[in-house]
T-cell receptor, first 111, second 111 residues
Framework: DVKVTQSSRYLVKRTGEKVFLECVQDMDHENMFWYRQDPGLGLRLIYFSYDVKMKEKGDIPEGYSVSREKKERFSLILESASTNQTSMYLC??????????FGQGTRLTVV | SQELEQSPQSLIVQEGKNLTINCTSSKTLYGLYWYKQKYGEGLIFLMMLQKGGEEKSHEKITAKLDEKKQQSSLHITASQPSHAGIYLCGAGPSGTYKYIFGTGTRLKVLA
């Protein structure tokens, strides 16, 4: 089965730090996504990428950037972490328009 | 933009009881996905529905998509504590690669 691996399960960072969340998939999927999940708000799309070096903004891109230099890796960057970015971050990959495969999630706390 | 509304938001049932979770879309669905999430973890794919009137089952879980393809239901028969978690419906709108999700239904099954 497809494996989507996020670099950390838990992360604690200080306000103002630059934070990198890494996601790697092993099935040559074209599409990759970053979501954040908050109670009562569900999953909200931050950014997605449909090819190497290609990216599109999702619904809540402010305060985030992404990088996709290789097909298997999609990185989410918090340029200057703030407390309102404390959340669960989920990465997913997808081939064409089929089902998405999710990583195990990264619970980020910004203090 | 398309939205997915789930109901109920939370559910507590006694072990052995049946239950239903609903997912309603503001627009026609071109692919409806059900996922389960254990607390603090990633999403596990359950089922995909694409055709109006389609019904799929896996073990004690049955999902249906209505004829108009705007509403889906997930039914669990004889619930068990292992069914506890958050159930999310997701959809891939036609013409884009973006996935959107409902806000989720938190299920607790009392032994």
């Amino acid at each position: 089965d497809v494996k989507v691996t996020q670099s950390s399960r838990y992360l604690v960072k200080r306000t103002g730090e630059k934070v990198f969340l890494e996601c790697v998939q092993d099935m040559d999927h074209e599409n990759m996504f970053w979501y954040r999940q908050d109670p009562g708000l569900g999953l909200r799309l931050i950014y997605f990428s449909y090819d190497v070096k290609m990216k599109e903004k999702g619904d809540i891109p402010e305060g985030y950037s992404v990088s996709r230099e290789k097909k298997e890796r999609f990185s989410l960057i918090l340029e200057s972490a703030s407390t309102n970015q404390t959340s669960m971050y989920l990465c997913a990959s997808q081939v064409s328009a089929g089902r998405a495969f999710f990583g195990q999630g990264t619970r980020l706390t910004v203090v | 933009s398309q939205e997915l509304e789930q109901s109920p938001q939370s559910l507590i049932v006694q072990e052995g009881k049946n239950l239903t979770i609903n997912c309603t879309s503001s627009k026609t669905l071109y692919g409806l996905y059900w996922y389960k999430q254990k607390y603090g973890e990633g999403l596990i794919f359950l089922m995909m529905l694409q055709k109006g009137g389609e019904e799929k089952s896996h073990e004690k879980i049955t999902a249906k998509l209505d004829e108009k393809k705007q509403q889906s239901s997930l039914h669990i028969t004889a619930s068990q504590p292992s069914h506890a978690g958050i159930y999310l419906c997701g959809a891939g709108p036609s013409g884009t690669y973006k996935y959107i999700f409902g806000t989720g239904t938190r299920l607790k099954v009392l032994a």
